[in-house]
């Protein structure tokens, strides 16, 4: 085990596949000389060449559709779009299109394509830019999508989404680029389509993704000094869904809290909980709860962008509340 940051595994997994399969490659807005707007692709089209990490035009359509057309043409492009903002100008790519060809044509076209995005708020980017709009590709059939939250999961995760023959969308969040983790040497992967327990626990399953998932870990902490069990679970890919894990959890803790960053209405709490209802509903102690982002604009001022995200202290009183 080597200690790096969310950052560099993810770089690490871009480099080690483009080392073991040259049908890899990698384009989007200033990922090749300036190394992307977060750094993450620093260095590779140094070590790669141009005709692998392509610097391309401000159109976001345009990169996932030139991904979508390398991908049925025999490559295993990686789109890199600046972040999940801009994926709206190039939803009909994903949608219409990279989500859909496996199915119009009976099988026989295959899109093996990533799309990478940084989504979530945080960085007083305002309104437009600090969005949290997984949920709207989650919703469709045909596209996975994935947002880990340790460097383990993020190398291994990339990894797999770049073998897999499917399109992908890997969702970073811009606040996790810096934290390290233990990643081992060499070759792995972590499968799509499979939750993971964080941290085990008995009197009440919290669930979350991404970022929220260390926001979950903080208050299972404090919970802890209180005398309350919190049980931890990451979702690691939103679509397939990977339920089991949770409603085991559900069973033992007959309480669940579900933390998610994006709006609480239709949002991706919506669907855990009512999965939870639907399968595990005997054993219910009392409603479930979503601790999710207030449903406004993300605000510009630090203050106001702090709260509209839910924090530790959130999801302590939500707890407490809830086994109390």
């Known amino acids: 085990m080597m200690e790096m940051t969310y950052r560099d595994a993810i770089r690490e997994a871009l480099r ?24 993450v692709t620093q260095g590779l089209m140094k070590e790669f060449g141009e005709k692998r990490v392509k610097d391309t035009p401000i159109a976001e359509g345009i990169i996932v559709g030139a991904g979508i057309g390398a991908a049925m043409g025999g490559l295993r492009p990686v789109c890199e779009l600046m972040t999940i903002n801009f994926g709206l100008l190039a939803a009909d790519m994903l949608i219409n299109h990279a989500a859909k060809l496996h199915y119009m ?34 919703y469709v059939p045909g596209m996975k999508v994935v947002m880990p939250s340790t460097p383990y999961d993020a190398k291994g995760m990339l990894k797999a989404a770049i073998r897999d023959d499917n399109p992908v969308l890997f969702i970073e969040h811009s606040l996790l680029y810096p934290i390290k983790g233990d990643v081992p040497e060499g070759d792995y992967t972590v499968p799509l389509g499979v939750s993971d327990i964080k941290r085990e626990g008995a009197d009440v399953t919290i669930v979350a993704y991404s970022r929220m998932v260390h926001v979950a870990l903080e208050a299972a902490d404090r919970l802890a000094t209180e005398g309350i069990s919190a049980e931890v679970i990451d979702l690691r890919t939103l679509r397939p869904l990977d ?12 309480h669940a809290i579900i933390v998610e960053e994006d709006w609480r209405t239709y949002g991706i709490g919506a669907e855990i909980a009512c999965q939870v209802y639907e399968q595990a509903f005997d054993y219910l102690d009392a409603p479930i709860v979503r601790c999710a982002g207030l449903e406004v604009p993300m605000p510009y001022a630090k203050n106001l962008e702090a709260l509209a995200i839910p924090g530790v202290g959130d999801v302590v009183r939500a707890a407490k509340e809830l086994v109390g």
Do not use: C
Request: zero cysteines; proline letters at 3%; charged letters at 20%.
């Open 105 to 138: 044509f009976a099988g026989q076209i295959k899109v093996p394509l990533v799309v990478r995005s940084v989504g979530g708020g945080g960085r007083q980017l305002a309104a437009t830019h600090s969005q949290s709009l997984e949920v709207l590709f989650a």
């Open 243 to 254: 339920i089991q894990p949770l409603i085991e959890s559900f069973k033992k803790t007959n």
């Open 16 to 39: 080690e596949e483009m080392t073991r399969d040259e049908r890899v490659m990698i384009m989007g807005e200033e990922v090749g000389v300036w190394g992307g707007s977060y750094a």
